[in-house]
């Protein structure tokens, strides 16, 4: 049987596949309100479903090369630390793909004209309100 959404084989069991960003959201969403610098672990431990360890370390290093979370060395193992919430890796995935276009005018205009009329309304506010903040 195959998953409608992704054409991926469903997991045993038939459950939905999760996709990264959603797994990525799930692991920042652990990570937020630890204690402090955590292990793999730990965030296995505290997230919904049968995860392998392998598989949490794979979104926690793709976190790290995002700039979502960091890492250090404690003893013989990483510990790990958000650095960025939710709405702050979907920035950075934006800003990656508007870094990665030869044209940014034509991909921002696009990007505003798209918008609903309430998202650029809070657009706009964001960009009054930055315009209005003195520099460094």
């Known amino acids: 049987m195959r998953n409608r959404e992704t054409s991926a084989p469903l997991p045993e069991g038939g459950g939905r596949r999760r996709g990264q960003g959603e797994l990525e959201a799930q692991v920042l969403a652990v990570l937020q309100p630890a204690p402090g610098p955590v292990t793999a672990s730990w965030v296995?431990?505290?997230?919904?479903?049968?995860?392998?360890?392998?598989?949490?370390?794979?979104?926690?290093s793709r976190l790290q090369v995002k700039g979502a979370v960091t890492r250090h060395r404690e003893g013989r193992s990483f510990v790990w630390e958000a650095t960025a919430d939710q709405a702050g890796l979907a920035a950075l995935r934006m800003r990656r793909v508007l870094d990665g276009?030869?044209?940014?005018?034509?991909?921002?205009?696009?990007?505003?004209?798209?918008?609903?009329?309430?998202?650029?309304?809070?657009?706009?506010?964001?960009?009054?309100?930055?315009?209005d903040e003195p520099e460094d």
């Open 44 to 60: 296995q431990g505290r997230l919904a479903g049968d995860l392998a360890y392998t598989t949490v370390m794979t979104i926690l």
């Open 101 to 131: 276009e030869s044209n940014r005018e034509a991909v921002l205009t696009r990007f505003i004209v798209s918008l609903s009329p309430e998202d650029e309304q809070v657009l706009r506010e964001l960009l009054r309100h930055t315009d």
